[in-house]
Antibody, heavy 116, light 106 residues
């Protein structure tokens, strides 16, 4: 069955960095676009970034551009999100999602807290 | 493409029908409009894609309709497990999520 498992979240100081990982199984990873979506406490969903199956194209939400980098290792069935220059407003649960027919599978999320 | 969902909160009883609206600031390319359900503490779950296609395993009391800029999610005969937050998303031109509609038990 399809599974997505995020890791790497935690507490980080403003200006710091964090790398999230999402290990997938149950499908041919390289065949799918993948995405990161976040949800601040008590707020709605916000897309963070997405990447094509062959990593040729990436796109980012406006507030993430220049600070976050999405990447993937198809040999390891793993999606990454490198987050730099973190701000308090980046505090959220970060989900990875498979972009099949829309976002058809999601991980359970990993929480990121940016605080001094 | 901005998405506006209404109402913000819908207070209904089990067995009633819920009608949720999602309006786009411009036409959604290819009617690539999805609906998700999210319960407290859980990841979102895909309900509808392509404006009207039910995702795998979704009960037929959930239906999606609309095209262009106006879309609707209808939940017939609300079950207790349907009380949750619902989001629309367009994925035809980059990505956008709506702000969500909470369906709560009256």
């Amino acid at each position: 069955q399809v599974q997505l498992v995020e890791s790497g979240g935690g507490l980080v100081k403003p200006g710091g960095s964090l790398r999230l990982s999402c290990v997938v199984s149950g499908f041919t990873f390289s065949d799918y676009y993948m995405a990161w979506v976040r949800q601040a406490p008590g707020k709605g969903l916000e897309w963070v970034a997405y990447i094509t199956g062959n990593s040729i194209y990436t796109n980012y939400g406006d507030s993430m551009k220049g600070r976050f980098t999405i990447s993937r290792d198809n040999g390891k069935n793993t999606l990454y999100l490198q987050m730099d220059s973190l701000r308090a407003e980046d505090t959220a649960v970060y989900y990875c999602a498979r972009w099949g027919v829309a976002f058809d599978y999601w991980g359970q999320g990993t929480p990121v807290t940016v605080s001094s | 493409v901005a998405l506006t969902q209404s109402p913000g909160t819908l207070s209904l009883s089990p067995g009633e029908r819920a009608t949720l609206s999602c309006r786009a600031s411009q036409s959604v390319t290819g009617n690539y409009l999805a609906w998700y359900q999210q319960k407290r503490g859980q990841a979102p779950r895909l309900l509808i894609h392509g404006a009207s296609r039910r995702a795998t395993g979704i009960p037929d009391r959930f239906s999606g309709s609309g095209s262009g800029t106006d879309f609707t999610l209808t939940i017939n005969r609300l079950e207790p497990e349907d009380f949750a937050v619902y989001y629309c998303q367009q994925y035809g031109a980059s990505l956008t999520f709506g702000g969500g509609t909470t369906v709560e038990s009256k």
